[in-house]
């Protein structure tokens, strides 16, 4: 079983950057594609970003597309989410999850293993 632990979450004026970063463990995720989720309060979880197992696809939420750029390094067992631009909108909790398969994937319900989460919180 993987486990996920996401970190790099704080607060961050409007306009500025964060880099997210969520380090697996237990059995190896590289086969898997990756995820980036949300949750603001009050809100449902939604979709941010996915990566591929070999970081050859990738695909956006479009309220992050040309701001947040995902990417991994298979040889830490690492994934990440470069955040810039940031908006207060953005505000939430951040979610890594490890998918089912080794291509993208959107949906919520395909995948296996989620993190605890990270704050990330952007003031006006």
């Known amino acids: 079983q993987v486990q996920l632990v996401e970190s790099g979450g704080g607060l961050v004026q409007a306009g500025g950057s964060l880099r997210l970063s969520c380090a697996a463990s237990?059995?190896?995720?590289?086969?898997?594609?990756m995820g980036w989720f949300r949750q603001a309060p009050g809100k449902e979880r939604e979709f941010v970003a996915t990566i591929s197992w070999n970081g050859g696809i990738t695909s956006y939420a479009d309220f992050v597309k040309g701001r947040f750029i995902i990417s991994r390094d298979n040889a830490k067992n690492t994934v990440y989410l470069q955040m810039n631009s940031l908006k207060p909108e953005d505000t939430a909790v951040y979610y890594c999850?490890?998918?089912?398969?080794?291509?993208?994937?959107?949906?919520?319900?395909?995948?296996?293993?989620w993190g605890q989460g990270t704050q990330v919180t952007v003031s006006s």
């Open positions: 237990g059995r190896t995720s590289s086969r898997y594609g």
């Open positions: 999850a490890c998918a089912s398969t080794a291509s993208i994937v959107v949906q919520p319900m395909s995948y296996q293993v």
